[in-house]
């Protein structure tokens, strides 16, 4: 049987290195590209593919709410192939409808055999985001030791600077944590985070 797929992504490079990559294995065929989720909404109802390959940042209508109305409307299964791999971005986009999620750094025989799993309806996670979807499901929140030294650093009260000579690194990776650290627990400033740790049992009650 042979696989027809579309391509789903901004960048006309990415787009010709994708194409390359799968019209070389002999039971896939790539029938159209798409630069935008409106085109990749009208080119799978025009070509009923059986997988969309999608990218999920794109201009106008995005790469999720893309696969939402082409899931809907049943006009192909969709495999996300994304450099993001952030909890929020799988969640979504699982939610919506895809089938599976691959990140773009995935080897090109695992992209095909995942095309190939996709229009056979399985699921397709690569294994970072297998867990991290786990996890999200959960209601879990997993720091990095790092991050965890960056956090206890914030309860105590010490700014970016004072943290950094504390532990040694320089403040602008003091910063790169602080942001990733708002990113898992879903706050936006350093009283929250310290509220929403404690909480959940990431830091102990304060005495």
Same mark, same amino acid.
């Given at each position: 049987?042979?696989? !027809?797929?579309?391509?789903?992504?901004?960048?006309?490079?990415?787009?010709?290195?994708?194409?390359?990559?799968?019209?070389?294995?002999?039971?896939?065929?790539?029938?159209?590209?798409?630069?935008?989720?409106?085109?990749?909404?009208?080119? $799978?109802?025009?070509?009923?593919?059986? /997988? /969309?390959?999608? #990218?999920?940042?794109?201009?106008?209508?995005?790469?999720?709410?893309?696969?939402?109305?082409?899931?809907?409307?049943?006009?192909?299964? &969709?495999? *996300?192939?994304?450099?993001? #791999?952030?909890?929020?971005?799988?969640?979504?986009?699982? $939610?919506?409808? $895809?089938?599976?999620?691959?990140? %773009?750094?995935?080897? !090109?025989?695992?992209?095909? +055999? $995942?095309?190939?799993?996709?229009? !056979?309806?399985?699921?397709?996670?690569? +294994?970072?985001? +297998?867990? %991290?979807? *786990?996890? =999200?499901?959960?209601?879990?929140?997993?720091?990095?030791?790092?991050?965890?030294?960056?956090? !206890?650093?914030?309860?105590?009260?010490?700014?970016?600077?004072?943290?950094?000579?504390?532990?040694?690194?320089?403040?602008?990776? /003091?910063?790169? =944590?602080?942001?990733?650290?708002?990113? %898992?627990?879903? /706050?936006? #400033?350093?009283?929250?985070? &310290?509220? &929403? +740790?404690?909480?959940?049992?990431?830091?102990?009650?304060?005495?």
């Amino acid at each position: 049987m042979t696989v !027809r797929v579309i391509l789903v992504d901004d960048h006309p490079i990415v787009r010709a290195g994708l194409r390359a990559v799968l019209s070389s294995e002999p039971d896939i065929e790539v029938l159209a590209e798409c630069g935008s989720g409106e085109e990749a909404v009208w080119s $799978a109802a025009q070509c009923r593919p059986d /997988v /969309v390959l999608m #990218d999920l940042r794109l201009p106008g209508l995005d790469g999720v709410a893309a696969t939402e109305q082409i899931v809907a409307a049943g006009h192909g299964s &969709v495999l *996300v192939l994304t450099t993001y #791999d952030t909890d929020g971005d799988i969640a979504r986009a699982v $939610a919506a409808g $895809a089938t599976g999620y691959l990140l %773009k750094d995935a080897p !090109r025989q695992d992209l095909a +055999a $995942a095309v190939r799993a996709t229009a !056979r309806g399985e699921t397709v996670l690569a +294994a970072p985001v +297998a867990a %991290k979807l *786990v996890n =999200h499901v959960r209601g879990g929140i997993q720091l990095t030791p790092r991050e965890t030294e960056v956090l !206890r650093c914030i309860a105590r009260g010490l700014s970016n600077p004072e943290t950094g000579r504390e532990l040694f690194i320089s403040e602008a990776t /003091v910063k790169s =944590h602080v942001m990733r650290i708002f990113e %898992k627990l879903s /706050v936006k #400033d350093r009283t929250a985070a &310290v509220t &929403v +740790a404690i909480a959940r049992g990431i830091l102990p009650e304060p005495r």
